[in-house]
């Protein structure tokens, strides 16, 4: 009640800011999903995937910088389901969120929840997608975010813009897949395709008919915003005799970066201007895999393929196709990702709240050693050695309504023990505790995280993501992070600011935010099946001392466990 009513003394100041000059170019922008289910063919193999409005991908939803969004979702589709508005920092709209048992209960087939935010200080590309269990795989598209009217691009505005979703494809039920997986205690199989705007292209059978096709006009300059949807993997990206400039990574700004060559983490996005200034031809738009694990299991060494096509040029000639790096090439990775850098930077100098945070695999035992992981047992992901247990109550609402036993706040600082991360790890530290623990923060504090890679069963690079912020990527490098000398080569000045930072295979990463955003946020490894493992954690923002720094009321229709 005492949230309720601070809600209610500020209606007057709420109704104020509504008609306030500056918001006069905001909207309000409605849309409906409805889920479902349809059949499907890719390389060969039908499929009855969960779908959005029947797309695959979902309808791309486009908006400007201050609008109002509202999505009702209706669940007619046969599993439970969430929507995450990957990258939306979600001021004050912290229920609008979506990640299953951390912000809300899932929609359950025949409901539906109404997800209501506004789009503050972002412009560029982000994304949507599901939630919960495996149904991302699917269940995803793209969010573009426009300046606002009067306002424009910090380049030249481009003569078209064309949104790239890169996924993956399974000639199965996905959920088949992932609950396989989990009963055995291992990572699930891998895809059977990649695909580009959910074609897999020339190279896989059964695909070359319906090989996504981008037209564009000699000497015009386009506009393409890039998504990794997938499920497992990094991805080079490339399009044969082009170059490309990077100018908007996480919907955040970047220095104009013009390069040959992409590495985007699942759940990174980038966009990035191109001049169709070559012969009229076809160029391939290629993706494959980086793949950071030692022997390169678990892929496969074939590109996803869409078609830049040049206006009056022969379908029927062959096109041509980009060099990729080597699957594995962690100097190029790293280089790329060395190389960002923001537009309008504006890096906390003092840091409230230190953590180092070790992040890998773990092995759990299991009775009898039935499990199919290694001497019989399962493996599981942690932070700090701790492998996140999903709640059977959201934690955002166990937390505003002060229900106990859900979760606790002890998630630490620092790992349980001092090792040799990157190195061999002695069996006796491959078990991490399991719990459902949280980070406190206190409201406005700033928090440096220092990621560390391990190299417990595996040792490959992890794409982690935070909800809730954007954060500075101020430092990164390889082998255990010496925390006397490394920080003298953090990047203060300009680093790039992301959602999503892949944390270099063997080494470390370095990130920085400021916690302004009340209310329990997901960190987790957007590798769907590391999540599905235990790769998570939460931190729980304490509400602020103004008005506008609470957390407001649920909304009324919130799935209840």
Known sequence: ??????????????????????MASAALVRRKFTIGTQSVTRVCNTQTIVTVNGQFPGPTISVREGDNLIVEVDNNGPYNVTIHWHGVKQLGSCWADGPAYITQCPITPGNKFTYNFTITGQEGTL???????????????ALLILPRAGKVYPFPKPAAEFPIIL??????????????????????????????????GDFFPCSANDTARILVEREKTYLLRIVNAGMLHASFFKIAQHKMTLVAVDAVYTKPYTTDLLLIQPGNTMDVLIKANQQSELYYIGTRVYNSQPLGTGYLNTSATAILQYKGSS?????????????????????????L??????????????????????LVSCPNNSCAGINGGKAVGSFNNISFVE????????????????????????????????????????????????????????????????????????????????????????GNYNSRTDPANFNLV????????????????????????PGVWLMHCHFESHSALGFDMVFLTEDGPGYSDKLPPPPLDLPKC
């Open 1 to 22: 009640m005492a949230r309720l009513s601070r809600v209610l003394k500020l209606a007057p100041l709420i109704c104020i800011i509504l008609i306030a000059p500056w």
């Open 127 to 141: 994304w949507w997608h599901a939630h919960i269990s495996y149904l991302r795989a699917t269940v995803h598209g």
């Open 167 to 200: 996924g993956e494809w399974w000639n199965a039920n996905v959920e088949d897949v992932i609950a396989d997986a989990l009963k055995r205690g291992v990572p699930p199989n891998d895809s059977d395709a990649y695909t580009i705007n959910s074609q897999p």
């Open 315 to 339: 379908i029927s000639s062959a096109p041509l196709l980009p060099n990729f790096p080597a699957f594995n090439d962690k100097p190029t990775a790293f280089k790329f990702t060395k190389n």
């Open 341 to 362: 850098r923001s537009l309008r930077p504006s890096v906390p100098k003092n840091v409230d709240e230190e953590m180092f945070i070790t992040e890998g695999f773990g």
């Open 391 to 478: 709640p059977e109550i959201a934690i955002l609402q166990a937390y505003y309504n002060g229900i106990s036993r859900v979760f606790t706040r002890d998630f630490p600082n620092n790992p349980p023990q001092t090792f040799n991360y990157t190195g061999s790890v002695p069996r006796s530290l491959w078990e991490p505790e399991l719990g459902t623990k949280v980070k406190v923060l206190k409201f406005n504090s700033t928090v440096q995280i220092v990621f560390q890679n391990t190299g417990i069963i595996t040792i490959q690079n992890h794409p982690i993501h935070l909800h809730g912020h954007d954060f500075y990527l101020v430092g990164q490098g390889f």
């Open 494 to 517: 300009n680093p790039q600011m992301l959602n999503t930072v892949g944390v270099p295979t063997g080494g470390w990463a370095a990130i920085r935010f400021v916690a302004n955003n």
